[in-house]
């Protein structure tokens, strides 16, 4: 593989796209951030134990982190904030699959699935990023944590 490594702070997991924007839109920022505040879940852990390529376009596949496990928190994370985005308007998009996932590096070269050492990794927070379109860069809008329904 030749594709250049992301930078180690630009590794996430996309749990919802709100949609491409020139700036910033104000109405959606503060509509998604009213309802990111209003997540309740404890902090969990996730492990990462798959590697593989994605399908990309032109040449340039995503070389991704997977799972073999379920996953079942993240998957309660995202469904939690997909349906509190809905019901606050914010389902103007179409969202692919949800494929929890970290993406490595873009390559042209087709990586078939295979086991790695598993990466664990505890997730604490989760953040409203805006990606600077073809910079790879971010800007963090917005930044809740991860606590307890009595909190």
Request: aromatic share 10%; hydrophobic share 40%; glycine share 8%.
């Amino acid at each position: 593989m030749k594709g250049e490594p992301l930078a180690t702070d630009h590794f996430h997991v996309t749990l919802y796209y709100l949609g491409a924007h020139p700036g910033v839109p104000r109405g959606i920022v503060a509509k998604a951030s009213e309802t990111a505040a209003s997540i309740r879940m404890a902090p969990f852990e996730i492990t990462f134990d798959r590697a593989r390529s994605f399908s990309g376009k032109g040449g340039s596949r995503p070389f991704i982190l997977g799972s073999s496990k379920a996953l079942t928190e993240l998957l309660a994370l995202q469904q939690s904030l997909r349906m509190a985005l809905r019901k606050a308007g914010l389902d103007n998009w179409t969202q692919p699959a949800f494929t929890p996932h970290v993406t490595l590096l873009y390559d042209s070269v087709r990586v078939p699935e295979q086991a790695v050492e598993p990466v664990v990794w505890t997730v604490r927070e989760f953040v409203l990023m805006r990606s600077l379109l073809g910079m790879s860069r971010y800007e963090t809008l917005g930044r809740w944590p991860l606590r307890d329904q009595a909190e």
